[in-house]
């Protein structure tokens, strides 16, 4: 069922003017796993915490495990304690609590879809929930294709059912298409939901409140002021005791081939016609499909070693448990992208991913040509570099525009100032973790903030194109340090165009 657009699109209404979501049941496959205890579940909670969930609400926890509706309630609890955002309120807590079951399934059980389907009634018949379903596949993705598979031949009669699906969405453009071929013999695209969450972040949507929402930006967001644009996307985490699916994905399936290229995709976007789902899509997908790399040279891979972090003595990957002690699974991509059309070509794009680097941070920086002429003595300049427009994904979240000023004095001595705007001091309220408002714009049926399926094979053609030429070449690792900010390889790229990366 689609939604009205002017009804239900957020972006064009704010969060407190939006309509309740109709009455559902939100089915959590994965119910037992870390991303429904650290994120899904604190989600839930803040939504209820501000009285944002549908009348009649309830939530089937789904997974293979044993448990009961008593012990999963307790668990869940305890996830919300630890992680929520929000003070814990026992009376929240019991209205959310109330509507909250758990389903013990194996499907590859031939029962379990039968057992699935009787509780689903139950839960409608007890909780009002009128048949819409939401289902959410936390599950490996190894899991997804049997899960819809089962759900497909039992499709609610009545009321609407939506898949929110996790990423890595496919291991590859092959098994992508698979999956969305499979997807589309019993689900409408605006059934849909592929989660990228860095799409839920405020500050990735401030992005498109920057650019379109303001005049003086659009004019200058070319090729012809832009001399080029850095996106980090850096973690000081390691991988988390999650080895067995890194070995499999590597930095580059993990986070270049989903937030990172949904990064340059906002970055580098035509404005869109309205704010609709559609619109906005059609706009990602064609920076998509015309990202190239130049070649092998502009990508480079790296593994870290031992090394420190933030003070502490940390493992190198192949010292991780779990992972192999030759393992060739890059931890850390730098690449140079351009994006062929009339706005952006021949500017490039350099981005860079990685674990275990010196610092958690994730920025866009929009570097401006120099002034043409300089009226200025040499020497009054020393202190001035190119206007950039830094972007804070996280932490820290904001804007800062480094902009030229006069030093106070006699004479005319110039220095680079900035220009700052913190969200944490603008607005009091604390931000809204991405996962409430996808998981909130998924039960609007607003799919604006979720990737389509022809985005995400985009995004895989130019992950497969990468990945083959590596397949030539046997990289030597490790070659950077724990808590450094990556390989001498990735400077050397910045270097051989006589640029550098944005200092910390
Ligand atoms: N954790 C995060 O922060 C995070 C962030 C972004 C994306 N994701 C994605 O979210 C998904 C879940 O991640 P996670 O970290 O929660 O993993 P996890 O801790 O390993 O949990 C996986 C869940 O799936 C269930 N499961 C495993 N194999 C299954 C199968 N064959 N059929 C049905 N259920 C199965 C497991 O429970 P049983 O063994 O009891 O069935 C468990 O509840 C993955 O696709 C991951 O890439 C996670």
């Known amino acids: 069922m689609s ?211 303001n005049g003086i930006f659009e004019p200058i967001w070319n090729r012809q002021f832009v001399d080029h644009i850095q996106i980090t996307v850096a973690e000081s985490l390691g991988i988390e005791g999650r080895a067995s699916f890194y070995e499999e994905a590597g930095a580059i399936r993990d986070i270049f081939q989903n937030h990172l290229l949904q990064l340059v995709a906002i970055t580098a976007m035509e404005p869109p016609i309205d704010f609709t789902a559609d619109s906005v899509r059609n706009e990602k997908v064609k920076v998509l499909r015309s990202l190239h790399t130049p070649g092998p040279k502009s990508v480079v891979r790296g593994q870290y070693g031992r090394g420190f972090v933030e003070g502490a003595e940390v493992p190198g990957y192949r010292e991780e448990d779990g992972v192999d002690r030759d393992s060739k699974t890059e931890t850390y991509v730098a690449a140079k992208l351009y994006v062929d059309n009339w706005r952006w070509a021949d500017t490039p794009f350099y981005v860079r991913m990685g674990k275990r680097l010196a610092r958690r941070e994730t920025t866009i920086a929009i570097h401006f040509k120099r002034a043409p002429h300089p009226p200025f003595a040499e020497s009054a300049a020393d202190g001035l570099r190119p206007n950039v427009l830094l972007i804070h994904v996280q932490p820290n979240e904001g804007m800062s525009l480094g902009i030229g000023a006069k030093v106070p004095g006699q004479g005319m001595r110039l220095q680079t100032v900035h220009m700052d705007f913190l969200y944490g001091s603008t607005f009091r309220e604390g931000l809204p973790e991405a996962y409430e408002r996808l998981i909130l714009d998924a039960m609007l049926g607003d799919a604006t903030l979720f990737t389509r399926a022809d985005e995400v094979e985009e995004q895989w053609s130019l992950v497969d194109a990468i990945v083959a030429g590596w397949t030539r070449e046997r990289p030597a690792f490790p070659n950077y340090p724990a808590g450094t900010w990556g390989p001498p390889s990735a400077d050397e790229l910045m270097h051989r165009d006589g640029r550098s990366w944005r200092s910390h």
């Not at 497909?152 to 699906?165: D, F, M, N, P, T």
């Open 3 to 213: 939604p009205k657009k002017d009804e239900t699109n957020p972006l064009l209404e704010g969060l407190e003017l939006r309509r309740r979501p109709e009455d559902c049941t939100l089915v959590i496959f994965g119910a037992s796993g870390d991303l429904t205890q650290r994120k899904l579940m604190p989600a839930l909670y803040a939504l209820a915490f501000r009285d944002l969930l549908p009348e009649r609400f309830a939530v089937i926890g789904a997974a293979r495990s044993e448990d009961t509706d008593e012990g999963f309630r307790e668990k869940m609890r305890k996830a919300v304690e630890e992680h929520a955002r929000d003070p814990f309120k026992n009376e929240v807590w019991e209205k959310l609590a109330e509507g909250m079951v758990y389903a013990q399934l194996d499907f590859s059980d031939d029962q379990a879809e039968g057992s699935l389907a009787r509780r689903l009634e139950t839960v409608d018949a007890e909780r009002g929930t009128k048949g819409n379903r939401l289902f959410y596949f936390a599950v490996p993705p190894s899991a997804i294709g049997t899960l819809v598979r089962e759900l497909a031949e039992r499709k609610s009669a009545h009321g609407w059912s939506r898949l929110i699906i996790e990423k890595p969405f496919g291991h590859d453009l092959e098994s992508a298409r698979e999956l969305n071929a499979l997807i589309a013999e019993s689900f409408g695209e605006d059934e849909v939901f592929r989660i990228d969450h860095y799409l839920g972040k405020e500050t990735v949507q401030n992005m498109l409140a920057l650019r379109f929402a």
